[in-house]
């Protein structure tokens, strides 16, 4: 009998499991738990990036004013610790954000020697960020990478001797719980070459109400925000949600120093979602978990940075400490530096240092 061994690339499986495939799944594994939920990555679909986009406008919610002043007043801060060499800044999970076209603008004017690589999960996503890009700054140098953040950071230093300004904006390091964001950053950590530096966004702890507030606004976005999941699932998975028939619940816990947001099901139903092929039951004041938003203390920062291997450079603060960006530069001991360093020379040669 006569054997062979086919290794499937990526053309093999393009129509095998999309995007919406991966939504299906997530739907099914997190309607089926006991305690159910919904990935808060799927929020961001175009109504909810509408929606997002008018909650950051809002005067509760001040965790993008109190970012963006940070980025305006202390860039050149920033600035000073990329200049002199040509470097890449890349984004983890980019938006076309106000935070994000300021960095680009400044680095551009200031002279920087920089190229600009988001990295994204999203192809359609990456698609209109580089074009939106091209149409805005013409001679910025942008090269979009579609996969997960790690082999995107990977394939990036295997090639190219140039060093990282990694941005993690936002709060978005608060929807992992702490294991999970000691294991995240850890994995960063070994796919970053040694002194690159990462500059991530905390929410800070403060006053509750300020909280509540925030993730509860008075003109109803972040309900909008929220019921928009179950909308989402009508429109690409067939989904038969009444929408009415649920409300969004936002709340602190004290314990775990997080907003958590929920979906609660305001009587007994059953919701068929077609291309799941079956129906999930709630029984009345049943929730459904949305978001995780950890709120963090400076010894809270520290720690994860000591647990992953990062040496802390500079916190960044807003006028009333509301929020915090950290920027952290990777730590490798000799033998690990000088290995990692040696296969991306390998790599580089032969090749254009610019992507």
């Known amino acids: 009998?006569?054997?062979?061994?086919?290794?499937?690339?990526?053309?093999?499986?393009?129509?095998?499991?999309?995007?919406r495939d991966a939504f299906a799944l997530d739907v099914l594994a997190g309607l089926s738990a006991a305690h159910k939920s919904i990935p808060s990555k799927y929020f961001y679909d175009e109504q909810g990036s509408e929606l997002f986009r008018?909650?950051?406008?809002?005067?509760?919610?001040?965790?993008?004013?109190?970012?963006?002043?940070?980025?305006?007043?202390?860039?050149?801060?920033?600035?000073?610790?990329?200049?002199?060499?040509?470097?890449n800044l890349v984004e983890l999970g980019p938006g076309f954000s106000r935070k994000t076209?300021?960095?680009?603008?400044?680095?551009?004017?200031?002279?920087?020697?920089?190229?600009?690589?988001?990295?994204?999960i999203s192809a359609s996503s990456m698609g209109a960020l580089v074009g939106e890009l091209a149409d805005l700054f013409p001679d910025l140098k942008t090269h979009g990478l579609v996969g997960d953040y790690f082999h995107g950071?990977?394939?990036?230093?295997?090639?190219?001797?140039?060093?990282?300004?990694?941005?993690?904006?936002?709060?978005?390091?608060?929807?992992?719980?702490?294991?999970?964001?000691?294991?995240?950053?850890?994995?960063?950590?070994?796919c970053l070459n040694h002194d690159d530096l990462v500059l991530m966004g905390f929410d800070l702890k403060?006053?509750?109400?300020?909280?509540?507030?925030?993730?509860?606004?008075?003109?109803?976005?972040?309900s909008r925000f929220n019921l928009n999941l179950l909308e989402r699932i009508n429109r690409e998975l067939g989904g038969c949600f009444d929408v009415e028939k649920f409300r969004h619940f936002g709340s602190y816990d004290v314990s775990s120093s997080?907003?958590?947001?929920?979906?609660?099901?305001?009587?007994r139903q059953s919701v068929f979602i077609e291309q799941i092929g079956r129906s999930f039951d709630f029984e009345a004041w049943e929730a459904i978990h949305t978001e995780h938003s950890c709120k963090y203390s400076l010894s809270d920062v520290e720690w994860l940075a000591s647990q992953s291997g990062f040496?802390?450079?500079?916190?960044?603060?807003?006028?009333?400490?509301?929020?915090?960006?950290?920027?952290?530069?990777?730590?490798?001991?000799?033998?690990?530096?000088?290995g990692t360093e040696g296969e991306a020379v390998a790599q580089s040669l032969g090749s254009?240092?610019?992507l």
């Open 54 to 87: 008018r909650i950051t406008r809002l005067p509760e919610y001040y965790l993008t004013g109190c970012e963006l002043e940070i980025l305006e007043g202390q860039w050149d801060r920033i600035a000073a610790l990329v200049a002199g060499k040509p470097f």
């Open 352 to 354: 254009d240092s610019r």
């Open 206 to 222: 403060k006053d509750i109400d300020v909280l509540l507030r925030a993730y509860n606004d008075s003109l109803g976005l972040t």
């Open 153 to 190: 950071l990977k394939w990036l230093n295997h090639r190219f001797r140039r060093r990282n300004l990694v941005l993690f904006l936002g709060s978005s390091i608060g929807n992992f719980t702490r294991a999970e964001s000691c294991s995240f950053l850890r994995s960063a950590w070994k």
């Open 101 to 120: 076209t300021l960095f680009l603008e400044r680095f551009l004017k200031s002279g920087l020697d920089y190229q600009y690589v988001p990295i994204d």
């Open 1 to 19: 009998m006569r054997a062979n061994v086919k290794i499937l690339g990526a053309g093999d499986c393009a129509d095998s499991f999309d995007e």
């Open 311 to 338: 040496k802390i450079r500079e916190h960044l603060f807003d006028s009333c400490r509301f929020f915090a960006d950290s920027i952290w530069s990777v730590d490798k001991p000799e033998s690990v530096r000088q």
């Open 258 to 267: 997080s907003m958590e947001s929920y979906l609660v099901s305001q009587e």
